[in-house]
Every structure is written in structure tokens, then in C-alpha cells.
């Protein structure tokens, strides 16, 4: 199993920019893909981003590509997710994943508790 901890979201204006980090425990972070989710409210969850087990080869929805970039640091059981040129649109409650497809929705089976993203218009 995996525990993750997402933060770095907040209130950001259009435009912006912010970083979120996901610490993951254990020592199999690096057998795992991770993934960003997002939710915003009164909408399905959304599959953002995905980034393979060695960070190799990166999955990105067509709402964020261009503006978001997924990284990770397997020394640091850590994955980033950079967001630029945000929009109000990109509000959500944005969740880490790992799992072992990272390009398949359906295969994360460990979950963040979440980290709000306010982008102002």
C-alpha cells in the first residue's frame, strides 16, 4: 500500500500559476504510476495528468496540455504537478493518485485526501 499527501493548492488569479506536491510513504512509491485528479463542484471527477513509473512517458487531458506539467522524484517518493496560465475553469479539488496504468483512469487504487485549487477570474 501508499499513503499520499497532497498540498500547495490556494487562491490563485487567472493567469497564475501553482505547484502541487504529493508525498507518497513507503518505500514502492517508484513501482507505481501516479496520476492528478480533479473535481469541481457538481461535475465528475476529471483523469488531469498521469506520468509512468520512471517518469518516462506522461498522459495529459487535452483541458490541460500546453499549461500543466507532471513530475516526479522517485528518490523523494514525490510527484509535482505544475500548472501555468491558469484559468477560473481549473477550480477544483485536485487529487493525487497512484496506481498501475498511467494512462488508464480505472487503475488507481490509492487516493490523496485532496487539495483545493481557487483560480479568480
Known amino acids: 500500500q501508499v499513503q499520499l499527501v497532497e498540498s500547495g493548492g490556494g487562491l490563485v488569479q487567472a493567469g497564475g500559476s501553482l505547484r502541487l506536491s504529493c508525498a507518497a510513504s513507503?518505500?514502492?512509491?517508484?513501482?507505481?504510476?501516479m496520476g492528478w485528479f480533479r473535481q469541481a463542484p457538481g461535475k465528475e471527477r476529471e483523469f488531469a495528468v498521469g506520468?509512468?513509473?520512471?517518469?518516462?512517458?506522461?498522459y495529459y487531458a487535452d483541458s490541460v496540455k500546453g499549461r500543466f506539467t507532471i513530475s516526479r522524484d522517485n528518490a523523494k517518493n514525490t510527484v509535482y504537478l505544475q500548472m501555468n496560465s491558469l484559468k477560473p475553469e481549473d477550480t477544483a479539488v485536485y487529487y493525487c493518485a497512484a496506481g498501475g496504468s498511467y494512462n488508464n483512469k480505472g487503475e488507481y487504487d490509492y487516493w490523496g485526501q485532496g487539495t483545493q485549487v481557487t483560480v479568480s477570474s
Open positions: 506520468i509512468t513509473q520512471n517518469g518516462g512517458v506522461k
Open positions: 513507503g518505500r514502492t512509491f517508484s513501482r507505481y504510476a
